[in-house]
């Protein structure tokens, strides 16, 4: 059988998250099992952005719901995320598809915008008195200068502009407008989140999945639901500036206004290595967590400069057997 994954992977995965998952058969035993059979001793696995495609492993027979898997990357790898997790090649496919590769243009052009020697971005150039727009690009030198190619592929087959440029181009008489796409910041929103849901999934397992938030958040993914706050909610610097603050799920207890979970993680260009830390906000875990959150977005919004204080959220819960991480560690927070 073909499912994409390594058994290692797979028997790891089982491992550590069936504890979690086992806590709730009414919602994942239908899937493998018919109404009325007899449920004998298993482990099993769902997709954490779906909860529909799974496995299953009893004790000499492994089974899936026909779908495909792989290790997705969180955040995705085009920005040097590293860290893993097994979901369904459709949920895999349809978040690199329709939204993910927005956060690439993102640092791409913060890397630009900083500067950062080697930093490179595609254009189109309006030139004044030549009709069409033409692809360019801008780079920063090893100076940080900027440098703007009218036509960085020299192959393209462009007459008009090849012929400007032999006569005009070195006349500094010309005026040429480059616009530079901005990168959809929905899009961007959504994989941030995505990568956030990921690791809350990791710390927490299926507690945190089929949680009032971890629903809302699927649906965000979606396109059912929005989020009530833009990701991020916080660029926290350029690393190494930033280097020393926690990564991965943290509890964000100073302001004690803005109290919930903070997700830091860290974003980069791979060309030029510019990184930065991007921080998405999780609430608790229940439905009037998510009133706190709009109370938060008013915070963010009418107050512009905070000073945060965080610490990580304890690590390994799963690992140490506590399946209700999330609640313990929203009263935790709260305490
Ligand atoms: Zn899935």
Redesign the pocket.
């Known amino acids: 059988m073909e499912i994409g994954i390594s058994k290692e992977v797979l028997m790891d995965h089982f491992a550590k998250y069936y504890p979690s998952l086992k806590n709730y058969p009414e919602k994942y035993q239908p899937l493998f099992f018919n109404p009325g059979a007899v449920v004998t001793d298993h482990m099993a696995y769902l997709?954490?952005?779906?909860?529909?495609?799974g496995m299953i492993l009893f004790e000499d027979l492994f089974a899936d719901t026909r779908?495909k898997f792989s290790l997705d990357h969180f955040p995705p790898e085009s920005v040097g995320g590293f860290l893993t997790v097994v979901?369904?090649k459709?949920?895999?496919n349809d978040a690199g598809g329709q939204y993910e590769h927005a956060l690439k243009e993102l640092i791409q052009t913060m890397s630009l915008n900083n500067r950062t020697p080697g930093a490179k971005v595609k254009g189109k150039m309006e030139i004044e008195g030549l009709t069409g727009r033409y692809a360019s690009s801008i780079e920063v030198r090893d100076d940080g200068e900027f440098v703007i190619s009218f036509k960085p592929n020299l192959k393209a087959h462009v007459p008009h502009l090849d012929d400007w440029l032999d006569k005009s181009a070195d006349e500094n008489k010309w005026k040429a407008d480059l616009t530079i796409p901005q990168a959809d910041e929905k899009k961007i929103s959504k994989s941030l989140l995505k990568a956030a849901y990921l690791h809350c999934f990791e710390r927490w397992g299926y507690e945190f999945s089929y949680s009032y938030t971890g629903e809302m958040i699927r649906n965000v993914l979606l396109g059912i639901d929005e989020y009530p706050i833009l990701n991020p909610s916080f660029w926290l610097g350029n690393i190494p500036n930033a280097g020393r603050l926690p990564l991965g799920v943290c509890y964000l207890r100073q302001p004690t206004a803005l109290r919930c979970f903070i997700v830091n993680m860290e974003v980069k260009d791979q060309t030029t290595n510019y990184r930065n830390l991007a921080s998405v906000l999780i609430p608790g875990p229940a439905e009037k967590d998510w009133d706190k959150l709009l109370l938060i977005k008013d915070q963010l919004e009418s107050n512009s400069s905070h000073t945060l204080s965080m610490a990580h959220v304890t690590d390994n819960m799963l690992f140490y057997g506590i399946t209700d991480g999330y609640h313990k560690s929203y009263a935790e927070l709260n305490s």
Do not use: A
């Open positions: 997709c954490p952005l779906c909860l529909k495609n779908s979901v369904c459709k949920c895999n």
